[in-house]
């Protein structure tokens, strides 16, 4: 996520972006848009690590601090307090609703509480494996499913058994969802106390590996029932900060339905930059009270790199759309600063080029 956040950040000018990470050697620290890659080794201690975010504020003055990842953004909430600065912190919901947010079953409570489509969802207990299951149904784990790992299609008992097989002494915890025939869309917003300040929404066209891997094409298109429906849901949390509302159209009873939320920054954040909303500068200039005037976000299609070879493979005249590909596709970002790419390029087939070059 953090290559997303940076590409939105680098559009604006006179604005320094300083890297903190736990990993010694990432991709981003690598960036031409990067002023400062700190590491510091993991901190189990959650005021240790706070201490070294003092430090880094010192140090280099910084204005901002900005969380890109959940538990990130999970422990400045709850430590927001051993902050030197804590008004730096970018403005988020407290840890109560944010942690129902992120535990895919709370959440479900929390929306049948207050009235909220969602699918139906149920907590699983390997103890009670021989409940009656309503097939097909979804499982996935309660929380950290981000790109869609974790998460499976149960088509029937033959399934289930083998899923079982697989979990049952996994530390994991896990809840079925019920499977709807339908489409995938994402409401991606900026709250600020319950109230969406900027959004955008998009529809899936395109997937990876499988159904449930992360999307890599999208149509960007407005509709006030999603809209709505996200409302509802961040008025219910009292939501303050960024989030990517994943929710599913039911085509059984054309109804829209929650199915989870991602309480960061989200994949698919260069394709609202595209359709003209920039998360995480307005971020910033919402916490620093500075009146951003937007307009509506544009209709559009959005293909991330992935996407765009796939399409290419599909349809090799697509390669000669080159407005298209500029404006709708990350590559100009990654053709500006291309050395996160190829860090990226030797560090998936690192092991084929070693094997390659101890043939020479």
């Known amino acids: ?49 706070i201490e070294n975010i003092n430090q880094e504020v010192e140090r280099h003055s910084i204005d901002i601090i900005l969380p890109v990842f959940e538990t990130g953004i999970r422990k400045l909430i709850e430590y927001k307090d051993l902050l030197d600065f804590p008004e730096k912190l970018i403005s988020w919901v407290d840890l109560k609703n944010y942690d129902i947010a992120v535990d895919k079953w709370r959440l479900a409570l929390h929306m049948e509480k207050n009235g909220i489509p969602y699918p139906k969802t149920k ?123 994943d929710i599913r159209y039911d085509n059984s009873d054309d109804t829209f339905k929650v199915l989870e939320i991602n309480a960061r920054y989200w994949r698919s954040l260069m394709g609202s930059l595209s359709a003209g909303i920039n998360f995480p500068y307005l971020s910033i200039a919402q916490h ?15 293909l991330n790199l992935k996407g765009l070879v796939s399409s290419v493979v599909e349809n090799p005249f697509m390669i000669f759309k080159m407005g298209f590909i500029w404006n709708n ?8 600063d291309p050395l996160p790419m190829i860090y990226k390029f030797f560090w998936r087939n690192k092991n084929l080029l070693l094997k390659r070059f101890g043939r020479i």
């Open 1 to 49: 996520m953090l290559i997303f956040v940076v590409n939105s950040l680098s559009n604006i000018p006179q604005l320094k972006i300083y890297v903190m990470s736990e990993k010694p050697d990432i991709a981003m620290r690598y960036s031409r848009h990067v002023h400062n890659y700190s590491y510091y080794p993991l901190e189990l201690e959650p005021r240790k690590w």
């Open 123 to 245: 907590l699983i207990c390997f103890e009670n494996v021989n409940d009656k299951m309503d097939y097909p149904f979804i499982v996935k784990p309660v929380t950290d499913t981000g790109g869609g790992r974790g998460v499976e299609l149960i088509a029937n008992y033959t399934d289930w058994e083998f899923f079982i097989s697989k979990n049952a002494q996994d530390e994991v915890k896990y809840l079925s969802q019920e499977f709807i025939m339908g489409s995938d869309y994402c409401c991606n917003v900026l709250c600020k106390e319950g109230k969406i300040l900027y959004y955008t929404i998009q529809r899936g066209i395109l997937w990876g590996r499988n159904r449930f891997s992360a999307q890599t094409g999208y149509i960007f298109q407005d509709k006030q029932e999603i809209l709505g429906l996200t409302e509802d849901l961040m008025k219910s949390l009292n939501w303050s900060g960024v989030a990517c509302v």
């Open 288 to 302: 620093l009270n500075q009146n951003v005037e937007v307009g509506e976000f544009k209709t559009i299609k959005y």
């Open 329 to 336: 596709t990350p590559l100009k970002y990654a053709l500006k």
